[in-house]
C-alpha cells in the first residue's frame, strides 16, 4: 500500500501575554519530527487560529517555517471575508511553505455559488497551493460536493481537508480525480481509512500523540491490519478523553509532555486542579505519558 501521511495539526503555545511561546513551538515540533512525522498543519482550528493575536499568528508562522525540517508545512489563513482571508494569504507568500489551506468564511452565510468565486480569487492570490476547508461543525457552512468538484479543475486549487463525515471524503477522493488531494479528519478510522486507500490524515489528535499515530500507519504500511487495530484501540479512547474534557485539556497534555506554553487563549479557560488530575490519572493518559520520547517508526 502507499505509505500514509500524518499531519497533526500544531497547537500554538502561548505565553501570558498571549504572544508565541517560542520554547513551546520549538519543544512541540521537535517531539514530532522525533516520532516520525514529516509534516504539519499550522494555525488550524488546534492551533486555536482564529483567537490568536495577529502579531502573534505571524511569528507563529514565521517561526514554524524557520524551524520546520521535514517534508511540508501547511498554514491555515481563512477568515470572515475575503479581504481578511487575502492579507493573511499575502503575509504567507513570503515563507516557503508548501500550501495555504482556507475555511469557507464564517459569521455570515454565502452561498455555493459565492464560495466558488471566493475561493477561485484567493488561489489566484496565492503563491503556494491552495486547499480548501470543510469544517461545517464550526462555520456553519458545508462546502457541497458540487461546489468542490467544480473548484477541483481550477488552477492553483491542490486539495481539500475534510473534517465531515467520511463518506463525503470517499466520494470527492472518487469523483476528483489523482490531482486533487483529499486529507482526512476520522481520527476513530485511521486504520479503516488506510486499509480503503485513504491515505492522507489530518487531525489535532496526532500532535498529542504522534508516537501511535505513527505506529498505526507502519502496521498498516505491513498489512498487519490487527496490529494497526491495537494502536487504533489507544488512540480512539484518548480521543474521547479530549473529547470529554474538551479544548482546555490540550495544555496539561502537552505540558506533561514536556511541551511548555498555554495552548487555549481566552476566552477559554484552563481546567481546575481537580479536572487536571482527573484527567491526568485516567489510563490512556496515564499509558500516554509514560511512552519514551523517542521515533515510532520501529513499530
Known amino acids: 500500500m502507499r505509505r500514509a501521511r500524518f499531519m497533526p495539526a500544531i497547537g ?3 505565553t501570558d501575554e498571549e504572544l508565541l511561546h517560542e520554547k513551546g513551538l520549538e519543544a512541540e515540533l521537535a517531539m514530532l519530527a522525533n516520532s516520525g512525522i514529516r509534516s504539519i498543519f499550522v494555525a488550524g482550528s488546534m492551533g486555536a487560529m482564529p483567537l490568536l493575536r ?45 500550501g495555504v489551506v482556507v475555511l469557507a468564511p464564517y459569521f455570515w452565510k454565502f452561498s455555493q455559488e459565492d464560495l466558488i ?15 480548501l476547508y470543510d469544517l461545517p461543525q464550526v462555520t456553519g457552512t458545508k462546502l457541497q460536493l458540487e461546489t468542490v468538484l467544480a473548484l477541483s479543475n481550477t488552477p492553483n486549487i491542490a486539495g481539500i481537508k475534510c473534517s465531515d463525515e467520511p463518506g463525503y471524503a470517499r466520494l470527492v477522493k472518487d469523483r476528483a480525480g489523482e490531482r486533487f488531494r483529499v486529507i482526512v479528519a476520522q481520527p476513530y478510522l485511521v486504520d479503516m481509512c488506510l486499509r480503503h486507500g485513504m491515505n492522507e490524515h489530518l487531525d489535532g489528535i496526532y500532535t498529542v500523540a504522534p508516537e501511535w499515530t505513527v505506529a498505526i500507519g507502519c502496521a498498516a504500511e505491513r498489512e498487519d491490519w490487527s496490529q494497526a487495530a491495537e494502536w487504533q484501540r489507544k ?65
Do not use: C, K
Open 12 to 14: 500554538t503555545p502561548l
Open 117 to 131: 468565486g471566493y475561493f477561485i480569487e484567493l488561489a489566484a492570490a496565492s503563491r503556494h497551493p491552495l486547499f
Open 235 to 299: 488512540l480512539s479512547d484518548l480521543v474521547l478523553v479530549f473529547r470529554e474534557f474538551g479544548m482546555p485539556a490540550f495544555t496539561p497534555l502537552m505540558n506533561q509532555r514536556h511541551v511548555p506554553g498555554n495552548f487555549v487563549p481566552r476566552p477559554f479557560r484552563p481546567l481546575s486542579d481537580e479536572r487536571q488530575r482527573e484527567l491526568l490519572a485516567r489510563p490512556v493518559v496515564r499509558e500516554l505519558l509514560e511512552l519514551p520520547r523517542a521515533n515510532a517508526s520501529s513499530r
Open 54 to 98: 495577529y502579531q502573534t499568528y505571524q511569528r507563529l508562522v514565521e517561526f514554524s517555517a524557520s524551524l520546520w525540517r521535514g517534508d511540508e508545512i501547511m498554514v491555515g489563513a481563512g477568515d470572515t471575508s475575503f479581504g481578511r482571508t487575502r492579507e493573511r494569504i499575502e503575509f504567507l507568500n513570503r515563507f516557503p511553505l508548501n
